[in-house]
C-alpha cells in the first residue's frame, strides 16, 4: 500500500515561491508515476503536474507551465513541486498523486495524499 505525506503549503505573497514535498512509503517507489493535483474552495481538483517514473518526461497544466517544476528523487522516495511567481489564483490544496503511468497519474491516479494547503496573499 503507498501512502503519500505531502509538506511544505504555507502563506505566501503573490510573486512569491514555494516547494512543496510528498514523502512516499510503500510500494516500489521508482516504478511508480508520480503528480500533483490541486483544488481551489468551490472548484473541482485540477491536475497540475507530474513526472514519469524516469524523471525523463514531466507535464504541465497550462497555467502552471514556465512557473512550476515537478522533481523527484528516487533514493530518497521523495517528489518536489516548485512553485514560482505563484499568483492569488494557486492558492489551493495541494495533492500528491501516484499512478501506475503518466496518463494514470495525470488522469485517474490510483493513490492521493492527504493535501496541503497552500495560500496567496495579494
Known amino acids: 500500500q503507498v501512502q503519500l505525506v505531502e509538506s511544505g503549503g504555507t502563506l505566501v505573497q503573490a510573486g512569491g515561491s514555494l516547494r512543496l514535498s510528498c514523502a512516499v512509503s510503500?510500494?516500489?517507489?521508482?516504478?511508480?508515476?508520480m503528480g500533483w493535483f490541486r483544488q481551489a474552495p468551490g472548484k473541482e481538483r485540477e491536475f497540475v503536474a507530474a513526472i514519469r517514473s524516469t524523471s525523463i518526461n514531466t507535464y504541465y497544466a497550462d497555467s502552471v507551465k514556465g512557473r512550476f517544476t515537478i522533481s523527484r528523487d528516487n533514493a530518497k522516495k521523495m517528489v518536489y513541486l516548485q512553485m514560482n511567481s505563484l499568483k492569488t489564483e494557486d492558492a489551493a490544496v495541494y495533492y500528491c498523486?501516484?499512478?501506475?503511468?503518466?496518463?494514470?497519474?495525470?488522469?485517474?491516479?490510483?493513490?492521493w495524499g492527504q493535501g496541503t494547503q497552500v495560500t496567496v496573499s495579494s
Open positions: 510503500g510500494g516500489t517507489f521508482n516504478i511508480y508515476a
Open positions: 498523486v501516484a499512478g501506475n503511468s503518466a496518463a494514470e497519474a495525470m488522469n485517474d491516479p490510483r493513490c
